[in-house]
């Protein structure tokens, strides 16, 4: 799944459920659960995700939902493998990119 959400600061929680296709609810329940996902609260309480938060929320939707760890395996492999996975996730969503890009040059030839 590439998720695409424009340059910005910070993302709002509705913003970033819609990008992923999940309930608000899932957002802020993974935030309890992944000390990874820190955002930001405003006076108000309402959450604001930076890009470093959407990286870590790919990652661990891409755990999660396409590769169906138990959010108990996608804690430990965060934490046994974080940097290395995090780097091969990385270089994987680059490449897609890439290859959107790639195809959409085509398309328009």
Do not use: C
């Not at 600061?9 to 992923?20: L, T």
């Not at 996608?74 to 940097?83: F, G, P, Q, V």
């Amino acid at each position: 799944m590439h998720i695409e959400l424009p340059e910005k600061r910070y993302y709002g929680i509705g913003e970033v459920a819609k990008a992923f296709g999940v309930n608000t609810s899932l957002i802020r329940f993974w935030e309890k659960e992944f000390d990874i996902l820190k955002p930001k609260k405003n006076a108000k309480g309402n959450r604001k995700f930076t890009p470093e938060d959407i990286k870590n929320l790919k990652f661990i939707y891409h755990l999660v939902k396409e590769r169906g760890f138990t959010l108990e395996g996608a804690k430990i492999h965060l934490k046994e493998e974080k940097k290395q996975s995090l780097n091969n996730f990385e270089i994987i969503n680059k490449l897609e990119a890439i290859k959107s890009q790639l195809i959409k040059l085509k398309n328009n030839l």
